[in-house]
Structures are given as structure tokens and as C-alpha cells.
T-cell receptor
Framework: DAKTTQPTSMDCAEGRAANLPCNHS???????VYWYRQIHSQGPQYIIH???NNETNEMASLIITEDRKSSTLILPHATLRDTAVYYC??????????FGKGITLSVRP | DAGVTQSPTHLIKTRGQQVTLRCSPK?????VSWYQQALGQGPQFIFQ???????QRGNFPDRFSGHQFPNYSSELNVNALLLGDSALYLC????????????FGQGTRLTVV
């Protein structure tokens, strides 16, 4: 499975959009981009995933570049409850998730 | 619809003992994966079970073993516990295949003393 690179941390103001970047330059054609988040000491929570088209659900939007080498997770109106570690994962067909260190998002009042 | 449930939530064991952790997958899911998360690290894949067989395994010693039952529930067994086995153990369930999201339980916090 391809490796991903994320910044270590970022913060944003409550109510503003949070844009979390991820690089996955070695992604192959049949691999999906998944995003999970983990609030302190809880199990990871699925957010969204996509192959090459942009995706949106009730939690977030996922923007994947045309060359698929990077993506951005967008939380449109961040709240304090969105403070968490966010993991960008590239996953092949074997269903294994390979977690990196993730990015710590801090939402400030 | 209950999500993924794990038991127990917390456990304290002595070095050298054996432990069994349990997981019930989300309704309808047929695949269970186990992960170990040490403090301050991302979860690390241990192994995956599908059709009652271990399908994939991460870089973990044979002390770590598992089982999947006909109702898709699963157990993780760890023998000869080491202090370094202290971690949050997470179970995730999904459908087998490439384009399916996995849902995680809240984990079992294992402390080895």
C-alpha cells in the first residue's frame, strides 16, 4: 500500500473551514484514499473515502487532485468536537489499513 | 444497529500470563481485523480474519493468535505477555473487498504489569 505524508499538526478557528492536506505520490490506480479520525483514546472513526472523484458526505468533503498524488479533507464548519488526530490512508483491495502518525487538528474557540 | 463491540474495555494482566480479547462485528460484516495501538502511535495491523481463516498478518510474533467464529465474531489471544504488549487493542469490521469502509470498536485497554 502506498505511503502518505501529512503535516504533524494544524489549528483552525471554530466555525471556519479546516483543510487537511495529504500527499500520496506513489498511489496506484486501484487504491483508494481513506480518511479516519481518532478522538483521544477512542476507536478510529471513518470519515470519507474516494478513488478519483471528489466526494462529499454529512461529515466532510474529499478533494483528490487529478493526478491523484494528493488530496485534501475539508471540514466545512469546524467545531471544538472536531479536535482529533486525522489519518489519511491509501488502501488497496486487501482491506488492510496502514496508519501513519496522522495530523493533529486543534480547533480553537 | 449495534456497531462493533469489544470486551472487556480495560484489563490488567501480569507479565507471562495469557489474555483473550473479544470482538463482535457490525451487523452484516464478514471480516474482522485487529490492530494494536501503543501510546502516541497510530494503530498497527495485527491480522485479519475472513471465513474463519487468517487472511493477512502484520509484523507480529506468533504469541499473537486469533480466531473467527461462524457468527463472524472474533477473539484475539496473546500468550506470554510482555510489558511492551501494553496498548489499546482495536477491532475493526468490514466487508471483504477493496471499496469498503471499516468500522472500529472502542478498543480494549490492556495493561501488563
Amino acid at each position: 500500500d502506498a505511503k502518505t505524508t501529512q503535516p504533524t499538526s494544524m489549528d483552525c478557528a471554530e466555525g471556519r473551514a479546516a483543510n487537511l492536506p495529504c500527499n500520496h505520490s506513489t498511489i496506484s490506480g486501484n487504491e483508494y484514499v481513506y480518511w479516519y479520525r481518532q478522538i483521544h483514546s477512542q476507536g478510529p472513526q471513518y470519515i470519507i473515502h474516494g478513488l478519483k472523484n471528489n466526494e462529499t458526505n454529512e461529515m466532510a468533503s474529499l478533494i483528490i487532485t487529478e493526478d491523484r498524488k494528493s488530496s485534501t479533507l475539508i471540514l466545512p464548519h469546524a467545531t471544538l468536537r472536531d479536535t482529533a488526530v486525522y489519518y489519511c490512508i491509501v488502501k488497496g483491495a486487501n482491506s488492510k489499513l496502514t496508519f501513519g502518525k496522522g495530523i493533529t487538528l486543534s480547533v480553537r474557540p | 444497529d449495534a456497531g462493533v463491540t469489544q470486551s472487556p474495555t480495560h484489563l490488567i494482566k501480569t507479565r507471562g500470563q495469557q489474555v483473550t480479547l473479544r470482538c463482535s462485528p457490525k451487523s452484516g460484516h464478514d471480516t474482522v481485523s485487529w490492530y494494536q495501538q501503543a501510546l502516541g502511535q497510530g494503530p498497527q495491523f495485527i491480522f485479519q480474519y475472513y471465513e474463519e481463516e487468517e487472511r493477512q498478518r502484520g509484523n507480529f510474533p506468533d504469541r499473537f493468535s486469533g480466531h473467527q467464529f461462524p457468527n463472524y465474531s472474533s477473539e484475539l489471544n496473546v500468550n506470554a505477555l510482555l510489558l511492551g504488549d501494553s496498548a489499546l487493542y482495536l477491532c475493526a469490521s468490514s466487508f471483504i473487498g477493496g471499496d469498503t469502509e471499516a468500522f472500529f470498536g472502542q478498543g480494549t485497554r490492556l495493561t501488563v504489569v
